[in-house]
Structures are given as structure tokens and as C-alpha cells.
């Protein structure tokens, strides 16, 4: 059973950047797409990334794209995400999942089996 913890949230003025890291432990990432997804204050979960088991696909949601970067590191078995420029819009909790395929990923959330805890991200002057 794949276990996921997410790390690396926490308060950050406009324009700061933070790092996330997802921890997987009890099985190997080198089978699983990862996807990143933030569910904010009364708006439903939304994908915002995600990355081939290889590392050689990945896709940004529009409201991310040139500002955060998915990346991932099979031998550590941990995956990140980093966010630049971050906006108060940014402000959630952030979420990484596993999805068992090989060599492409999806930012739909319905294909993902293994969720993590969650961390919060607060955007704020």
C-alpha cells in the first residue's frame, strides 16, 4: 500500500516562492504518474499538475503554468513542486496523488488511487 506525505507548506507573501515535497514510503514511485492538486476555501479539488512515472511528461493547469514546475526524483521516491510568483488565488491545501501508469499522466483527479494528507499553502500581505 502506497503510503504519500506531502511536506513544505506554509505562509508566504505575494510574489514568494515555496517547495513541496511528496514522500512516498511502503512501495516505489518508479510505477506511478504523480499528480499535485489544491482544494481551496469553498471551491471544489482542482488538479494543477502532474508527471510520468519517467519524469518525461508533464502537464500544467492553465492557472499554473510558467509559474510552478513538477519534478521528481524516483531513487528518493519523492516528488515535488515548485511554486514561484505565488498569488493570493494560490492560497490552499495541496494534495499529491499516485496513478499506477506508465510514460503519460492526467490532472483529472478520478484516475488517482493513493492521496496524501495534505499541506497548507497560505498566499497573504
Known amino acids: 500500500q502506497l503510503q504519500l506525505v506531502e511536506s513544505g507548506g506554509g505562509s508566504v507573501q505575494p510574489g514568494g516562492s515555496l517547495r513541496l515535497s511528496c514522500v512516498a514510503s511502503d512501495a516505489t514511485l518508479d510505477y506511478y504518474a504523480m499528480g499535485w492538486f489544491r482544494q481551496a476555501p469553498g471551491k471544489e479539488r482542482e488538479g494543477i499538475s502532474c508527471?510520468?512515472?519517467?519524469?518525461?511528461?508533464?502537464i500544467y493547469a492553465d492557472s499554473v503554468k510558467g509559474r510552478f514546475t513538477i519534478s521528481r526524483d524516483n531513487a528518493a521516491n519523492t516528488v515535488y513542486l515548485q511554486m514561484n510568483d505565488l498569488k493570493p488565488e494560490d492560497t490552499a491545501i495541496y494534495y499529491c496523488?499516485?496513478?499506477?501508469?506508465?510514460?503519460?499522466?492526467?490532472?483529472?483527479?478520478?484516475?488517482?488511487?493513493?492521496w496524501g494528507q495534505g499541506t497548507q499553502v497560505t498566499v497573504s500581505s
Open positions: 496523488a499516485a496513478d499506477r501508469v506508465f510514460r503519460t499522466c492526467h490532472i483529472a483527479q478520478r484516475v488517482y488511487d493513493y
Open positions: 508527471i510520468s512515472n519517467s519524469g518525461g511528461v508533464t
